[in-house]
């Protein structure tokens, strides 16, 4: 256990709607970063908060957003849903936003986009 | 742009086998290195990582690497496979610019009785 949690962990929608995926980090740990697991993109970078501010971003869609809150959990929302954005959604989170640091991943959350 | 490259998407061993996943990365600068462990449903579990200490690095579950700076390699090696390794194995590099991971396509590593 990474001490990480995911909610929920299968959520299955149609296309066009929107979702909301939860995060939160291990005790402490101020860094918070999403990445999605797909067959056909393998697992790619979306974006990284630390405490509370968008650190950096990867491949996130305009139609994604995310943001940490001040108790430090991660949501990230997904909307106009289409096919292509069923994957599994790992957050991650991390002591500081350093270099080095290791990173600690959760369960994950799968979605299905039907 | 750091990247890595994991040769083989899957590789099968016999138990008891010398476990050896391939890994080769780009970058402009000394590298930070990760081997990550996905088992089925689960999250991702790190097996070990190198930051420019040792050149070989051990991990956990009986699993090295070893970072050859010439080849530009971080190979993973286990000397003898156990079933419970039947998993699939990701290679990662640190972005420069942040901590944020950059993945290979993944080995996914079968091992037969």
């Known amino acids: 256990d990474s001490g990480v949690t995911q909610t929920p962990k299968h959520l299955i929608t149609a296309t066009g709607q929107r979702v909301t995926l939860r995060c939160s980090p291990r005790s402490g740990d101020l860094s918070v970063y999403w990445y999605q697991q797909s067959l056909d993109q393998g697992l790619q970078f979306l974006i990284q908060y630390y405490n509370g501010e968008e650190r950096a971003k990867g491949n996130i869609l305009e139609r994604f957003s995310a943001q940490q809150f001040p108790d430090l959990h991660s949501e990230l929302n997904l909307s106009s849903l289409e096919l292509g954005d069923s994957a599994l959604y790992f957050c991650?989170?991390?002591?500081?936003?350093?270099?080095?640091?290791?990173?600690?991943f959760g369960p994950g959350t799968r979605l299905t986009v039907l | 742009a750091q990247s890595v490259t994991q040769l083989g998407s899957h590789v099968s061993v016999s138990e008891g086998a010398l476990v050896l996943l391939r890994c080769n990365y780009s970058?402009?600068?000394?590298?930070?290195l990760f081997w990550y462990v996905q088992y089925p449903n689960q999250g991702l579990q790190l097996l070990l990582k190198?930051?420019?200490?040792?050149?070989l690095v051990k991990g956990i579950n009986g699993f090295e690497a070893e970072f050859k700076k010439s080849e530009t390699s971080f190979h993973l090696t286990k000397p003898s496979a156990h079933m419970s390794d039947a998993a699939e194995y990701f290679c990662?590099?640190?972005?420069?610019?942040?901590?944020?991971?950059?993945f290979g396509g993944g080995t996914r590593l079968m091992v037969k009785p």
């Open positions: 190198y930051t420019s200490a040792a050149t």
């Open positions: 991650a989170s991390s002591a500081a936003g350093g270099q080095g640091n290791e990173q600690f």
């Open positions: 970058s402009s600068v000394p590298p930070y």
């Open positions: 990662a590099v640190r972005h420069n610019a942040g901590n944020m991971l950059t």
